[in-house]
């Protein structure tokens, strides 16, 4: 059985860098946004959402921004368990579950680093 994801509140900023480095490394095969948009559209088809919006992985990477941008530019608006929150519904949203895995890594070796 897989472990739920986590992100714990001290470590919001530090998931954030590591997050906008894999979605926007066009060398990096850590996250696979085209593939996560792509199960997205498929189950979005199989319920019968046919007119439904079709998702890429520029969706992503621009919800990603968004989130982003808004803990710089308004800091004292969220709390560190508040962006935890937001970047763990982003994950679960966008990221398979081998994704999160290489990702985690990473964030430990971060972690580990500081």
């Not at 019968?48 to 079709?54: C, D, E, F, N, S």
């Not at 969220?78 to 937001?86: C, I, T, V």
Request: hydrophobic share 40%.
């Amino acid at each position: 059985m897989a472990r739920r994801r986590e992100i714990r509140p001290e470590e919001a900023t530090l998931w954030l860098g590591v997050l906008l480095d894999a979605a926007f490394d066009p060398t990096s095969k850590t996250l696979n946004l085209a593939r996560s948009a792509e199960i997205a559209n498929q189950a979005a088809q199989k319920q019968g959402m046919a007119g439904a919006l079709r998702l890429t992985a520029r969706d992503g990477q621009s919800q990603l921004l968004a989130l982003a941008s808004d803990f710089v530019s308004y800091p004292e608006e969220q709390s560190d368990k508040r962006r935890a929150e937001l970047l763990l519904g982003w994950a679960e949203h966008w990221m398979l579950p081998e994704d999160w895995t290489r990702l985690a890594a990473r964030v430990r070796k971060r972690r580990e680093r500081t």
